[in-house]
């Protein structure tokens, strides 16, 4: 890997520069010998109104936009040398939104300013301004490794990124075109059950976990070269989302963000009444009890066996120390353990009276068959048998 620097002016760099709105690409510049969004770079994603202006701003008081790496890629049939461009395509991407008429600055009354209203002065200014750019040279082995290791002005690349970086060839553009897509119809759609930003790669990177069951380098080095992968990676993912919407026919706001690939394969032959399931949902949902609504789904589909995913809310402090004083002073009177499971035993602490902190709260009608976490249900236990009676 070798690298060169050169300087090249903002007007070079953005002459021919193409803009796709809809996918938020910039396509070309330097005339068309520069590709700036390679298919392993990320999409542009400073259309914020903040990082694109500063960019202007920054150019516009002379300060420096800092290096740009640009890797070369050969020569066209006019004899010139063609490049794509590193690191830096935030930057010149907006550069060229901006030349283009595509973005407007604020002036000083907190007016919109585009390009071709600026003073001449100002667009030479802006036509002018040097840009300080790597050329480099080497394997593609090479070029990804230093990809990796670069610091996108100041938006570090995250993981799913860099496997894009690292497998770029057919999977990878054709997924980005299904998953990265912010105007795809089925975007809302999956939203409800996968949390992340389109163009970050975060519905494609659950897309993936989903269908390799987590290993996603495995399955992206496999297909990298098959770009019909990518049309059985998203028929996977609609089958998972299917299976979540039949099983549950309204949606909470707890459903985003499941680990909804692994609950499917855990229990997509598992058969359901879906309007058994609403009916279930709408009461958890209102149960007190239930301090983790994220876990009603889990729970759910698991046929309730593990409540610990609700994380149901436990006897108050006051509430034992109060049912403990009352079963105490009842067992003193009778003559018998207060707690009862000892009293009917007959044993050896058939008439211990235990200490507070020997005893544990226990719902006397269990949460799971309708009992409230109140007082009038419950009871205090010695350890031993509370831990015995478990769920009954």
């Excluded at 008439?351 to 269990?366: G, Q, S």
Aim: glycine share 8%; net charge negative.
């Amino acid at each position: 890997m070798k690298a060169d620097l050169k300087q090249y002016t903002v007007r070079d760099v953005v002459a021919g520069f193409v803009y796709n709105e809809l996918e938020g690409k910039g396509l070309y510049g330097l005339s068309g010998n520069l590709v700036i969004q390679p298919e392993y770079q990320r999409n542009y994603i400073y259309a914020d109104g903040k990082r694109d202006v500063a960019v202007i701003e920054s150019i516009l008081k002379g300060y420096p936009l800092g290096v740009v790496y640009f890797v070369k890629t050969g020569i066209n049939a006019n004899g010139e040398d063609t490049f794509e461009i590193l690191d830096g395509q935030q930057r010149i991407t907006s550069i060229g939104r901006f030349v283009t008429g595509k973005l407007a600055i604020k002036d000083d009354q907190d007016q919109p300013q585009y390009y071709g209203s600026l003073p001449d002065d100002q667009k030479a200014i802006v036509d002018q301004t040097p840009l300080l750019i790597y050329v480099c040279e080497g394997t593609e082995k090479e070029i990804k490794a230093w990809f990796k290791t670069i610091n996108i002005a100041g938006v570090p690349l995250n993981e799913q990124e860099l496997l894009n970086a690292v497998y770029s060839g057919p999977f990878v553009t054709a997924a980005k075109a299904i998953f990265s897509n912010s105007d795809n119809s089925n975007m809302e759609k999956w939203k409800t059950y996968v949390r992340g930003a389109a163009n970050r790669q975060e519905i494609l990177e659950e897309a993936l976990r989903w269908a390799s069951h987590g290993k996603i380098d495995d399955y992206m080095a496999k297909h990298r070269n098959d770009a019909k992968a990518a049309v059985k990676l998203e028929a996977y993912f609609e089958a998972v989302v299917e299976w979540v919407s039949s099983v549950f026919e309204t949606t909470e706001k707890e459903m985003c963000g499941q680990d909804w690939g692994n609950l499917y394969v855990q229990h997509k032959d598992t058969p359901y009444d879906p309007a058994a399931v609403t009916v279930r949902v709408k009461a958890l949902y209102s149960d007190p009890c239930v301090k983790n609504r994220r876990g009603i789904f889990p729970y759910i589909l698991g046929g309730e066996a593990d409540k610990s995913l609700l994380d149901i809310r436990v006897f108050e402090d006051g509430t034992k120390r109060l049912v403990y004083a009352q079963q105490t002073k009842l067992a003193e009177a009778q003559g018998h353990s207060n707690c009862s499971y000892c009293a009917m035993s007959g044993g050896s602490n058939a008439k211990k009276i235990w200490k507070l902190p020997e005893m544990e709260a226990d719902h006397v009608t269990a949460w799971s068959k309708g009992g409230a976490t109140t007082a009038d249900n419950c009871e205090m236990l010695c350890k031993s048998h509370n831990r015995a009676k478990g769920n009954h």
